[in-house]
């Protein structure tokens, strides 16, 4: 490289101060920059934001820069913006900024944000809420959970808010206050209310109740303590076709008295404060016993004015009934005088009859019981001599039996064999009968007709040939 060359060459901080005094110079006074926050990057512990700004075209981003909000800046741009938008600065919004283009030498250009125009971005969730409302009618949504009838007294409810949440604790207190009257079963589902969580976990709570539909009567989302900030969520598509889809009722209590959402739109009760859906909730039952005092006063009333006109008409027919009683009466005690006639000049003639008939019947039994009598004494004389002819004979065959079972067991009484020459061998005083029972160096006795002899076992051979012995 020569010389001329090198004194052409730049080095990289002259590069960046050129580049800096250019921006100046192209960019000398502040100017009003659209752009949609992509992340806002905010420290707590500095109070700075440093935000990415950037421009998409569809789902492509086409432009991004680095941004600069200060702590003093932030804390006022941001307390403007949830005064009139309802929503604290987040990633995803579109805003419009005036802007200072600065250029660092190390950390590069960046965009010093002095303030954001809240109404731009208003306009901005407007259409979104808008265009999510017509998709919604389009879909035949919108309208659908409105017309699910909400049951008579809904005592089963599920809860879908935060442990924390000033709105569900005050919708408890009214409940609690009644409990003595009307028992409402609550159990609460924990979610996020508001913030980039609050859309995806209120619906995957939905989805947890919808596994559990035979245990509750309607849903309640519940918010409240939070004023007019982060709405947005509840105008998120994916939460309202959810709400309006759902097959139980949805009440909302999201606590705020303006610019109505659309998740409350399309819910079937729509209360403004937890409160006051708590107190919807009441009123439902305070309707349902009211009806059924006038129900009970109307019935109190017919049934007294019924009662005392058949009272009346009771006391007629008593004193009617008392007259034709006690002429049928009369007339009955006539004829059952006669016949009671009748039945004792009858049962006389039956009683003689039947006596005739049982003397005739008994002197017939008594002959043909003494002619059977005497047959089956004959038929027994007859039989007699030859039952006792068997029997003896039956006898004398099993004395015979006797006396030969007698000899074969002295035959083979033990000792009557030893003396035949046979031995008998014992183990440990049991008889073997086999030598697969004995074992080498087992003690044995053999029995002889006239002694013992004990022997233990050398060798086993289990063969014909005979064991040798010591």
């Known amino acids: 490289m020569n010389l001329q060359s090198e004194q052409s060459c730049l080095s990289l901080y002259e590069l960046a101060s050129q580049i800096k005094d250019t921006i100046q110079l192209g960019f000398p006074e502040r100017i009003w920059v659209r752009a949609e926050i992509h992340k806002l990057n905010y420290y707590p512990h500095s109070g700075h934001c ?14 991004e820069m680095r941004g600069l909000l200060w702590n003093s ?17 987040r990633d995803g919004l579109k805003v419009l900024c005036l802007v200072e283009v600065t250029f660092d030498t ?10 954001i125009d809240p ?14 409302i017509e998709r919604l009618k389009q879909e035949g949504l919108f309208d659908r959970n409105r017309q699910l009838p909400l049951p008579l007294l809904p005592k089963r409810i599920a809860i879908i808010s935060a442990l924390t949440s000033r709105g569900y604790a005050d919708f408890l207190n009214v409940i609690s206050a009644h409990q003595h009257q009307y028992r409402i079963i609550h159990q609460l ?6 913030g980039d969580k609050a859309v995806q976990s209120i619906i995957e709570q939905l989805h947890t109740i919808r596994e559990h539909l035979h245990r509750f009567d309607a849903v309640a989302i519940i918010r409240g303590g939070g004023g007019e900030t982060g709405l947005s969520a509840y105008n998120d598509y994916a939460l309202a076709k959810e709400v309006a889809s759902f097959p139980l009722p949805v009440l909302t209590g999201i606590g705020h008295a303006t610019n109505e959402t659309v998740t409350e739109m399309v819910a079937c009760v729509n209360c403004i404060t937890p409160t006051k859906l708590a107190e919807f909730l009441l009123q439902h039952f305070d309707d349902f016993a009211q009806a059924i005092t006038r129900a009970q006063d109307l019935i109190h ?6 009662l005392a006109q058949h009272q009346h008409q009771l006391h007629q027919l008593s004193r009617q009934l008392r007259g034709y009683a006690y002429h049928h009466l009369q007339h009955h005690q006539q004829q059952l005088h006669f016949e009671q006639r009748n039945l004792l000049s009858y049962t006389q003639s039956f009683i003689k009859q039947q006596h005739t008939s049982l003397h005739m019947s008994m002197h017939s039994i008594k002959k043909e019981f003494s002619r059977t009598l005497s047959k089956h004494q004959q038929d027994l004389m007859q039989w007699l001599p030859a039952l006792i002819k068997y029997t003896k004979n039956f006898f004398q065959h099993q004395h015979q039996q006797i006396d030969l079972l007698h000899t074969q ?5 033990p000792e009557n064999m030893l003396k035949k020459g046979f031995t008998i061998t014992l183990r440990n005083g049991v008889p073997v009968a086999s030598v697969h029972e004995l074992q080498q160096h087992d003690s044995i006795t053999t029995v002889f007709k006239d ?15 005979t064991s040798r012995v010591s």
Request: hydrophobic share 35%; aromatic share 10%; charged share 25%.
């Open 119 to 132: 109404s731009y971005t208003l306009g901005d969730l407007e259409r979104e809420k808008q265009q999510t």
């Open 301 to 306: 009333d017919f049934a007294t004015h019924l």
């Open 50 to 63: 440093y935000p990415d700004l950037v421009e998409k075209r569809g789902d492509k981003i086409v432009a």
């Open 106 to 115: 190390k950390r590069g250009i960046a965009l010093l944000i002095h303030d």
């Open 409 to 413: 067991v002295k035959w083979f009484d």
């Open 73 to 89: 800046q932030y804390r006022r741009i941001n307390l403007a913006f949830q005064r009139l938008t309802g929503e604290p600065l």
């Open 189 to 194: 589902f924990p979610a996020w209310l508001q």
């Open 451 to 465: 002694g013992q002899v004990e022997s233990t076992i050398s060798a086993i051979s289990p063969s014909t040939s």
